[in-house]
């Protein structure tokens, strides 16, 4: 009889029984004595929510390092702008439908249509850009998953062959994961909280291009993190001069004294992908 090797692994046995168990066409339901921690009645309560919120740091977290991810570019936007072919074909079918408010949405998705077009090939800038840096010197695209913008600088990478992160988040309606996030790297959260977390933790630079709620939720946490100085500066990018200053009148905090000055140096106006990867470039003095 073969030893024991005192670093054996024994979980692999349970797991196998639990298998087994599946297998067989035996139904999960509560049952004390059941393992613990394959038993979702048990996962779900709430006493153990402080476990869940364990697992879903650590499960990204050891992905990331296991492929080499340390340093990534965050990219948000709205997820409902689509590509320039995708947006004229449905004013085309708009137009033909003769609906005057599908035609306005319709004309508003190709007037936004450039957005996703830059926010791709902002993504292939920063990928060939790493495809010849050392390893701890590359830079990830990294995205909230889902489509639109996030879509657009997934296929960005994906265009290069590189590696980009999907950090997706179970909603209601709406999000589900896009097919260029590399699959080892294509992560879903229940908790929005754990989700932030993660998009800061390897964070070298984050841009925004115009969105809604969701863009500004994750655009203003940074912005806070970095003024209060809870997280190292980055560069933060404002992608679309135009949009964010029609929406957000900053000047008017520096006015009224509920901001200082130089808090408006926290972020930089962009129009294109390449003034996009300049900012970068110019904030850790790379080699471009």
Not at 37 to 62: A, C, H, V, Y
Not at 65 to 70: P, S, V
Not at 164 to 184: D, K, M
């Amino acid at each position: 009889m073969s030893p024991h090797k005192l670093n054996e692994r024994r979980l692999a046995d349970a797991w196998a029984e639990l298998q087994a168990h599946a297998d067989s066409g035996q139904p999960l339901e509560a049952d004390a004595y059941r393992l613990a921690f394959n038993d979702p009645e048990f996962l779900l309560r709430r006493e153990t929510r402080g476990i869940r919120l364990q697992l879903e740091m650590l499960k990204p977290d050891l992905a990331q390092q296991a492929l080499g991810i340390e340093n990534t570019v965050v990219v948000f936007g709205s997820a409902r702008f689509r590509d320039s072919e995708e947006a004229q074909a449905r004013l085309n079918e708009a137009q033909a439908g003769g609906d005057a408010q599908a035609i306005r949405k319709a004309q508003a998705l190709v007037r936004n249509a450039r957005y996703y077009d830059e926010a791709r090939a902002f993504a292939r800038i920063v990928a060939r850009h790493s495809s010849c840096c050392a390893p701890d010197d590359r830079l990830y695209i990294c995205t909230g998953g889902g489509p639109g913008i996030m879509e657009a600088a997934s296929r960005g990478a994906h265009d290069e062959g590189a590696l980009n992160v999907g950090l997706n988040i179970a909603l209601p309606h709406e999000q589900s994961a896009n097919p260029y996030i590399t699959p080892e790297l294509s992560f879903k959260f229940h908790y929005f909280a754990l989700r932030k977390m993660h998009f800061m933790m390897r964070a070298k630079a984050l841009v925004a291009f115009p969105g809604g709620f969701g863009t500004l939720d994750e655009l203003f946490e940074v912005i806070t993190l970095v003024q209060c100085r809870k997280s190292k500066p980055v560069p933060i990018v404002l992608f679309g001069t135009d949009y964010w200053k029609r929406l957000i009148n900053l000047d008017l905090l520096v006015e009224e004294g509920t901001i200082s000055p130089e808090d408006l140096d926290l972020f930089e106006y962009v129009d294109d992908a390449q003034a996009a990867w300049d900012a970068i470039v110019r904030f850790y003095d790379l080699k471009s």
